[in-house]
């Protein structure tokens, strides 16, 4: 891409995915997620992969966080090839440089908001007191300052992913993955998830990468992945795309 406002001028590339395949073994059948993928993400933008279900879409977002090897290829994160990183490995790399967000929230229902958002900084080492109170600062940040001490029951679903996101930025990750973050959520609250997502992003310079069906995530994405097939289809950075909130044209 060119030019001085592309998503990728000046910034280095944080994920490199290079010729990923990805093959499943399902009795003597062979399936194929990924057949080939190809794709750079570059530090500080935001990009949504979409595609219809079983278009490989979530099979190379788990890729890049590593949560599945690939057959083939590689997949850089941070300059570090996953593949070569043991389980232990790996799950430090994610609990120090990658967040997640989930289209089910994931939090631990019998701790409070502040716990829940504390926890990835107890897993890193952080001493209890920093962890709370950094945990109770990302909550006032989403919105939540009155919420702390309210379990997941006690909160609505957007107020849920609220916590989610504070959660995923506990660690002050490099990269966040957010899969489907508003799959669970009405029309006006997906909005508000997804601005709020996108100005903790611009603010903090932290790269999102979105696995979604929304409509509304291109709004505020920097480029859109379409995958369809086990391939990348085609790539495209927002502004050539006619997005109205709830529609693309």
């Known amino acids: 891409m060119q030019?001085?406002?592309s998503p990728s001028a000046g910034r280095p590339v944080i994920v490199s995915v290079r010729n990923v395949k990805r093959i499943f073994s399902i009795g003597d059948?062979?399936?194929?997620?990924?057949?080939?993928?190809s794709l750079d993400v570059y530090a500080g933008e935001y990009i949504s992969i979409m595609g219809p279900s079983g278009s490989g879409k979530s099979t190379l977002f788990n890729m890049i966080g590593g949560l599945d090897d690939p057959t083939e290829g590689t997949v850089m994160v941070s300059g570090v090839e996953m593949s070569k990183l043991n389980r232990r490995q790996q799950a430090r790399l994610r609990c120090l440089k990658i967040g997640y967000?989930?289209?089910?929230?994931?939090?631990?229902?019998?701790?409070?908001?502040l716990q829940n958002v504390a926890l990835p900084m107890l897993f890193a080492g952080i001493p209890v007191e920093e962890a709370n109170e950094k945990a109770a600062d990302l909550l006032r940040?989403?919105?939540?300052?009155?919420?702390l001490h309210h379990r997941p029951d006690e909160l609505s679903g957007g107020q849920q992913q609220r916590v989610a996101i504070a959660r995923a930025f506990a660690?002050?990750?490099?990269?966040?993955?957010?899969d489907e973050p508003t799959g669970n959520l009405d029309l006006k609250t997906g909005e508000e998830i997804i601005g709020r997502l996108s100005n903790l992003s611009r603010k903090r310079g932290v790269t999102i990468i979105s696995a979604t069906h929304d409509h509304k995530m291109l709004a505020v994405s920097d480029r859109v992945v379409w995958i369809r097939?086990?391939?990348i289809e085609r790539i495209e950075e927002r502004k050539n795309l006619n997005i109205k909130v709830g529609s693309i044209g």
């Open 3 to 5: 030019g001085g406002d």
């Open 101 to 113: 967000i989930f289209q089910t929230y994931n939090l631990i229902p019998v701790f409070t908001a």
């Open 171 to 178: 660690n002050d990750p490099n990269i966040i993955l957010a």
């Open 229 to 231: 097939g086990g391939m």
């Open 29 to 37: 059948e062979k399936v194929v997620a990924l057949g080939g993928v």
């Open 141 to 147: 940040e989403v919105g939540l300052g009155d919420r």
